[in-house]
């Protein structure tokens, strides 16, 4: 009786808590994107961390999303919602390059739905949380960088 009462418990706070979708990492070093290519299931959440010394940035071919300039140890999260193949770059250096898969999420059950409305997580950089690619950074050579990224960032964009 009590092991059918404890798994009775435990099947209800299963059903109780909603599904999380997973968050991924991608390292920014060495003027690559680590990993290259990623899979990841509809509703993740990627999020890029530059390891680098110099200012990289995050951006998507389709122009879906944009980082802003991230210097060392900043870091920016994009959530994937929707199935497909998204093609990354870093505008200012354009051999820089990355492919994220992303593939129709599985239910775990009726109840457990991941939600394609949800909000990127927590401890994103402030450029994630406006999506403005204008943030200057305080030195004069980080103003120059943002200088940079936008003219790449034009040249990028026209290229498609």
């Known amino acids: 009786m009590r092991q059918m009462l404890m798994v009775m418990v435990c099947a ?3 059903e109780a808590e909603p599904a999380t979708p997973p968050v991924s990492t991608v390292e920014i070093k060495n003027f690559h994107f680590v990993p290259d290519t990623l899979k990841i299931p509809a509703g993740a959440t990627v999020t890029w961390t530059n390891k680098d010394d110099d200012v990289h940035t995050v951006m998507s071919a389709s122009g879906l999303f944009v980082s ?3 210097d060392t140890g900043d870091h920016y999260s ?4 929707k199935p ?3 093609q990354l770059a870093c505008s200012l250096h354009p051999q820089m390059s990355q492919t994220i898969v992303v593939e129709q999420a599985v239910r775990v ?3 457990k739905v991941n939600s394609p409305g949800a909000l990127p997580a927590a401890g994103a950089s402030r450029a994630n949380a406006h999506h ?3 943030i200057v950074p305080a030195t004069a050579r980080r103003r120059n960088r943002v200088r940079q990224f936008t003219a790449a960032r034009e040249n990028f964009s026209s290229r498609l």
Request: aromatic share 16%; glycine share 10%; net charge negative.
């Open 78 to 81: 994009y959530q994937f919602t």
């Open 109 to 111: 059950s009726q109840s």
């Open 12 to 14: 209800a706070a299963m």
């Open 68 to 70: 802003g300039a991230l």
């Open 132 to 134: 403005d690619p204008t």
């Open 84 to 86: 497909g193949t998204y």
